[in-house]
Nanobody, 125 residues
Framework: QLRLVESGGGLVQPGGSLTLSCVASGFPLADYTIGWFRQAPGKELEGVSSIMRSGGSTGYADSVKGRFTISRDNAKATVYLQMNSLKPEDTAAYLC??????????????????WGQGTQVTVST
């Protein structure tokens, strides 16, 4: 059974850092492009970052460029999202998603087939 589990969320002060993890089971992570998405209360799902199967290509939303870094360790079946210089507007539930086929590093919800349950990130004093 294909499964994605996120962890690493929590409460952090503005300017702080967090690293989220997305652990895959039931399928070979190396065969999938992985994306990170977030959803704040009352707002639509937003694509944050994506990384191709080999890790050679990544993509970021303009709102997080220069602050967030996506990476993957296929041997550990894990994709990471390093988040620095966090802002209150980064507060959201963060979800990872997997995509088996297709090229590129899309940030659109419809491009992904499998989803985790999410981990909450709250940036506040």
């Amino acid at each position: 059974q294909l499964r994605l589990v996120e962890s690493g969320g929590g409460l952090v002060q503005p300017g702080g850092s967090l690293t989220l993890s997305c652990v895959a089971s039931g399928f070979p992570l190396a065969d999938y492009t992985i994306g990170w998405f977030r959803q704040a209360p009352g707002k639509e799902l937003e694509g944050v970052s994506s990384i191709m199967r080999s890790g050679g290509s990544t993509g970021y939303a303009d709102s997080v460029k220069g602050r967030f870094t996506i990476s993957r360790d296929n041997a550990k079946a894990t994709v990471y999202l390093q988040m620095n210089s966090l802002k209150p507007e980064d507060t959201a539930a963060y979800l990872c998603a997997a995509r088996r086929y297709g090229l590129g590093v899309p940030l659109k919800e419809g491009a992904y087939d499998y989803w985790g349950q999410g981990t909450q990130v709250t940036v506040s004093t």
